[in-house]
């Protein structure tokens, strides 16, 4: 199982908007709405902040969205601030009955 | 108050054994399943496993299905992640996390495991 793709970094100003992606092929991503993302900070374990496509837990900030087209689940953040800045990784089930994580994208606030 | 506590970090030699451990409370132990993560010095997640603890079913990575073996304590609401023979590359920090449908919402703080001779 291949790990999906995700931009190695991204970076934006405070306030403004910035979209990660995360591609996988129609057995993972394409093929259930099982699609989550979760933030890092560094020596923290990491945090929920999205699940099923779109879907906020209670507590994460409504600047937190998600999307899916086809293969590529979307972790869009408006409205950045400093907080925000960490490691996103997004997350899929499979049709092997497994998970598979993303390689990871670092977010930089400038 | 949902909690996943890891235990300790790990400090061990090539070829050893060990078993790292991650308790649950605030929830039934039993009706959830609770996966395993790998994060290598520097490195992205990487999911290892699953495990319900109601009746032991457990699902493996094709990367560490033989390499790893996981189980459950229901009694002691405790999952476990087991090395037979520990190498130099299992050097690297593990999370557990509860799995309530599609994703995992509660993590615990990781246990890092040092393999060095």
């Known amino acids: 199982q291949s790990a999906l793709t995700q931009p190695a970094s991204v970076s934006g100003s405070p306030g403004q908007s910035i979209t990660i992606s995360c591609t996988g092929t129609?057995?993972?991503?394409?093929?259930?709405?099982?699609v989550s993302w979760y933030q890092q900070h560094p020596g923290k374990a990491p945090k929920l902040m999205i699940y099923?496509?779109?879907n906020r837990p209670s507590g994460v900030s409504n600047r937190f969205s998600g999307s899916k087209s086809g293969n590529t689940a979307s972790l869009t953040i408006s409205g950045l601030q400093a907080e925000d800045e960490a490691d996103y990784y997004c997350?899929?089930?499979?049709?092997?009955?497994?998970?598979?994580f993303g390689g990871g994208t670092k977010l930089t606030v400038l | 108050e949902v909690q996943l506590v890891q235990s300790g970090a790990e400090v061990k030699k090539p070829g050893e054994s060990l078993k790292i451990s991650c308790k649950g409370s605030?929830?039934?132990?039993?009706?959830?399943?609770i996966g395993w993560v790998r994060q290598m010095p520097g490195k992205g997640l990487e999911w290892m496993g699953i495990?319900?603890?109601?009746?032991?079913?457990?699902r493996y990575s094709p990367s560490f299905q033989g390499q790893v073996t996981i189980s459950a304590d229901k009694s002691i609401s405790t999952a476990y992640l087991q090395w037979s023979s520990l190498k130099a590359s299992d050097t690297a920090m593990y999370y557990c996390?509860?799995?309530?449908?599609?994703?995992?919402?509660?993590w615990g703080q990781g246990t890092l495991v040092t393999v060095s001779s």
């Open positions: 996390a509860r799995r309530p449908g599609g994703h995992y919402d509660y």
């Open positions: 605030g929830y039934s132990f039993t009706s959830y399943w």
């Open positions: 495990i319900y603890p109601g009746d032991s079913d457990t």
């Open positions: 129609s057995s993972d991503v394409g093929g259930y709405n099982y």
């Open positions: 099923e496509v779109s």
């Open positions: 997350s899929s089930y499979t049709s092997s009955s497994t998970w598979v």
